[in-house]
């Protein structure tokens, strides 16, 4: 491995949870492969977290930061590191070609994340992210920046985990008709549906998913059916390439199945999913999220609690399906890796 | 639509067998489309079939042309057509920017295909084909002129028919260790033993499938499991990256597989499918096509016999499994579009 002859670029890590944590683990573990494979030499010069940052413009060590992260620790711990800067003060003061973005998900005001993308866009910046929260607030305006400035905005990692739903959609479908997409991108929901069609109480099942890691402390946004809502917006503006916002989609969460609903579509050979879909209706696509009860032979139908999955229904293309079985977020922390190739690397 | 703001392609269609004469009709149906979207206005200067050819550098009647040929005419009997021109000869004579390949599939020379391919890449002519054979007899060479010309050579529709098997593991793959890949690619194996595991004898299987038109009336190469070999060719060289050739697999038919082959499986929860499979052993894949009893669970196990799919075993990205249901070659030909799009479309 020659590193002279690699293409260096500088990126920034914005948020070290269960994803951010997880990117620069394979960033650390693949930088050879990269290096040998595409000539591509990732290097991260600033990191930050809640509670801090580390900085450094020859390349931070990343084994070390995994290291401190792992054993509860922030970025503030790496020698050097400062306390009390956050997300945006880096993204303002270091110079990079990227800003990955992986902050908690805020469908309130998309904080910290959208401020942090909008700088980067302005500044010359690519932005990668796995962050629902901008996308779904300010999928235009984050379009247009990153056109004006000719940079790409990428985030294949916010609607279905690791599953390349939104490639899928923008690349491969070109130039067909989507009738109807349909998704299952949240584990949470077909995990507990999962269990309760073996039996257990939705109490019981959604204590399991919290056991497993697969839901939050706070399952409403899961259960209410409002996270698979938000990835359906994403959906509908990056593939569908329609303005749709959350007032615009119908969302019904699973709190209203119960197990006579389960055990009467079992007798009748369907499963019931959290079902989100885009169906054509003339002109317009009508964006449901609902429980659904699939017929055995849907390719949705069979997928157990720990899987994502999308069909897309089209004109040219016959129906496409592909889902992803992910049993920890890997995939998704990987999906970061994804976009950055799709924008650096050579690929065919 | 302003026609004058879009970017001229220049296309020769040539094969207009099942998939050509399809690809031509997409062409015609969908070009308002693809000028109001892609700023692209595709349009066919040239095709040839076995009996010969139709020329017009302004841009054929495709409309006119489908008629034809859906009349058992030849492209000659358009008006001003060539009788007894050959593929290379059109190649040869006609300015164009793309060659779109669909001539018949042959292993043992891969002509005309082969030939026109290498004039194209020469000429300063990219090509995308759905034509097999070109690409496992001579994959190095295509892709070695391709790159020196600067200009390219796709073929999504080569391995899994609509479905974008080779993209998915190219592009949404990068950065990956694939461990194994499993294709179910051929849809004649899969529908015979379909219909075997539902009761019919091989010969009853074999006669629908050729009354369903999906089986050739020489149906060897389909049930012998070579044309699952020639793809997983396809697949180890474009997605798996190593210089496969085609006495490198492993090849079992199903002509073997009896019906209490079958009802062994079934009685274990089991589907036996033709697999295409490339499993890493320390730092070689091993190359396998066989039938294979798949559990009730595997993405694969609950196709039909009008599905295609492949699975992907990552070490980063989980497993990703894609399928096609595709019940008449319309999604197969409309990979050409899909691919044409690749090459000259502004995709995200």
Known sequence: MDIDSNTRVDLIVSGLGNIGRRFLSILDRKRPYLCQKYGLDLNVVGVVDSRGAAIDTHGLDLARLVNIKE??????????????????????????????????????????????????????????????????????????????????????????????????????????????????????????????????????????????????????????????????????????????????????????????????????????????SASLQGERYQLTVAPTPLPAGHPLAQLSGQHMGIVYHTDIYGAIAASILETEPVPSAASMLRDLLSIYADLP
């Open 71 to 276: 054993k509860g620790g922030s970025a503030a711990d790496y020698p050097g590191g400062y306390s009390d800067t956050s997300p945006l003060q880096v993204v303002q003061r270091v110079r990079a070609d990227v800003l990955c973005e992986a902050t908690p998900v805020n469908m309130e005001h998309g904080e910290p994340g959208l401020s942090c993308m909008r700088h980067a866009l302005s500044h010359g910046m690519h932005v990668v992210t796995a962050n629902k929260g901008p996308l779904v607030l300010a999928y235009g305006e984050l379009q247009r920046l990153a056109r004006e400035s000719r940079l790409r905005i990428k985030f294949c990692g916010t609607v279905a985990g690791g599953l390349p739903a939104i490639n899928l959609g923008q690349r491969d479908l070109a130039g067909a008709r989507i009738e109807k997409l349909e998704a299952l991108p949240n584990l949470t929901t077909s995990f507990i549906l999962d269990r309760m069609a073996q039996g257990m109480t939705d109490a019981q099942a959604l204590s399991a998913a919290q056991a497993q890691g697969c839901a939050e402390a706070d399952p409403s946004l899961d259960v209410d059916g409002w996270d698979a809502a938000f990835k359906l917006v994403i959906l509908a503006n990056s593939v569908l390439g329609i303005p749709a916002a959350l007032q615009d989609v119908s969302v019904t969460g699973i709190t209203g199945v119960t197990q006579a609903d389960l055990d009467r579509a079992q007798a009748e050979g369907r499963m019931i999913k959290l079902v989100a």
